[in-house]
């Protein structure tokens, strides 16, 4: 089945819409409450970490920082994970980044004027426009420097998009019901060759949040990919007892899959 993803500006109506569309096609809004859920699996403290650093623009120390790090790789892994299930709608955190190239995950993003954001979070959340302009700039600032920090893109570049919408001359409704009929359209397109590559870069992302949680390892520079039906770990280690615990580490996490390390050691 076909995937949506929604990137939003606070105020836009993209959760509604994502809601309209999930209750229409019977998927799943795989948002903040779903992914602590999920990551809480891997301990209490990583679902705190979760709390703090979600949508969150790091500071440079935050950015290199063991938790940091971890709680991305955990993320994408569960984002991966719902991608390949089918039925549902990826809710920001970069999801469409994480499916370019992929037929059947329609990317969307969900904007809308300004003025019509603050009337949405003034009747929503009971504020004056004071406190919904405040939380708006603050709302686009950290999800801003979210994504970059990340993926190294500009979340308001149209090119990381299927569809870019503004809300502002059109019903949520009918923008619902138009991405409820290409979703529809794209199931055709959720054939095993596109599903094949989500399944590797969802292998890809498991085995290094594997890596990046594991206390027993910490190296400044890791970085795990699929290359068409085998997995790449490149990174920098400190010396040879590093390289072999990483690669140790990494091919019990891989199992049958093949691994290839690349790991080169700081001069």
Request: some cysteine.
């Amino acid at each position: 089945m076909a995937v949506l993803t929604i990137s939003r500006e606070l105020g836009s109506g993209g959760r509604e819409i994502a809601l309209a569309v999930a209750d229409s096609l019977g998927y799943e809004v795989v948002d903040k409450e779903r992914l602590l859920e999920d990551i809480r699996a891997h301990g209490d403290q990583w679902e705190q970490w979760s709390k703090d650093l979600d949508e969150h623009a790091p500071s440079v120390w935050e950015k290199y920082d063991w938790s940091f790090r971890g709680f991305v790789a955990l993320m994408q892994s569960v984002l991966y994970r719902y991608a390949l299930a089918d039925r549902a709608v990826l809710l920001g955190r970069g999801a469409n980044f994480l499916l370019e190239g992929i037929a059947y995950a329609l990317r969307v993003r969900i904007t809308a004027p300004f003025t019509a954001r603050v009337d949405r979070i003034m009747a929503r959340e009971s504020v004056n426009e004071y406190t919904a302009q405040w939380l708006i700039e603050r709302s686009d600032r950290e999800r801003s420097g979210f994504i970059r920090s990340i993926h190294g893109k500009d979340w308001n570049d149209p090119r990381g998009y299927d569809q870019c919408i503004d809300t502002g001359p059109r019903s949520l409704d009918d923008i619902a019901d138009a991405l409820t009929r290409q979703l529809r359209e794209r199931d055709r397109l959720c054939d095993d060759a596109c599903r094949s590559i989500v399944r590797m870069r969802g292998e890809a992302a498991r085995i290094k949040a594997g890596l990046l949680t594991n206390p027993r390892i910490f190296i400044p520079t890791l970085d795990v990919e699929s290359e068409g039906t085998r997995i790449v770990i490149r990174g920098v280690v400190h010396n040879p007892r590093e390289y072999e615990r990483v690669e140790r580490e990494a091919l019990k996490l891989a199992g049958k899959l093949p691994l290839q390390c690349q790991l080169h050691y700081r001069r």
